[in-house]
T-cell receptor
Framework: GAVVSQHPSRVICKSGTSVKIECRSL??????MFWYRQFPKQSLMLMAT?????????EQGVEKDKFLINHASLTLSTLTVTSAHPEDSSFYIC???????????FGDGTRLSIL | GQQLNQSPQSMFIQEGEDVSMNCTSS?????WLWYKQEPGEGPVLLIA?????ELTSNGRLTAQFGITRKDSFLNISASIPSDVGIYFC?????????????FGEGTQLTVNP
């Protein structure tokens, strides 16, 4: 149980392109989903928290107009990196939780490479 | 903000050896979680701890929630090559911080066969 699917697993695209990443909870309803960014050999950095049906809460320093988050249902959240540039290249990981005190379960991540 | 100090940063051990890693915090946490991450994948939950003093096992893994609520450790007994990966601790504070997790910097484990 508690399977989180993230798609795509890898994206390579040109600078200026917008990229959408999907995060789905396959066997449970996720009231809260989280988006992280991870640089090589570093820990996970929380970008934003999204609750179904409401606006995402972004961490300090994360541009909400750059990283658009939509959490339209209890099983799907999307992260759109708008007008991506090489410095946006990174490993993006989502997680999902059924409630405030429940563990977060992670997707397998998306490797984004902007040329 | 809340910070976690995780140690050691890396470990190189022989197959069959026991492993111990820990996390400490300057503030109190209500939940401690331990994850393992392999290259190119997302973290996988190993053990969740919810009460101070709690000791929980998952196969060869054992983790404890420190009594002070400011620390936790993870032990791996009789290591095997597939234990290789990065182990992260994560803590959750009071309910006012929501369900956000604070992550440690990770412990890179290498097991030599």
């Amino acid at each position: 149980g508690a399977v989180v699917s993230q798609h795509p697993s890898r994206v390579i695209c040109k600078s200026g392109t917008s990229v959408k990443i999907e995060c789905r909870s396959l066997d449970f309803q996720a009231t809260t989903m989280f988006w992280y960014r991870q640089f090589p050999k570093q820990s996970l950095m929380l970008m934003a928290t999204s609750n179904e049906g409401s606006k995402a809460t972004y961490e300090q320093g994360v541009e909400k107009d750059k990283f658009l988050i939509n959490h339209a249902s209890l099983t799907l959240s999307t992260l759109t990196v708008t007008s991506a540039h090489p410095e946006d290249s990174s490993f993006y990981i989502c997680s999902a939780s059924t409630g405030l005190v429940q563990p977060q379960h992670f997707g397998d991540g998306t490797r984004l490479s902007i040329l | 903000g809340q910070q976690l100090n995780q140690s050691p940063q890396s470990m190189f051990i022989q197959e069959g050896e026991d492993v111990s890693m820990n996390c400490t915090s300057s503030s109190i946490f209500n939940t401690w979680l331990w994850y393992k991450q392999e290259p190119g994948e997302g973290p996988v939950l190993l053990i969740a701890l919810y009460k101070a003093g709690e000791l929980t096992s998952n196969g060869r893994l054992t983790a404890q929630f420190g009594i002070t609520r400011k620390d936790s450790f993870l032990n791996i007994s009789a290591s095997i090559p597939s234990d290789v990966g990065i182990y992260f601790c994560a803590g959750r504070g009071s309910e006012t911080s929501g369900s956000r997790l604070t992550f440690g910097e990770g412990t890179q484990l290498t097991v030599n066969p």
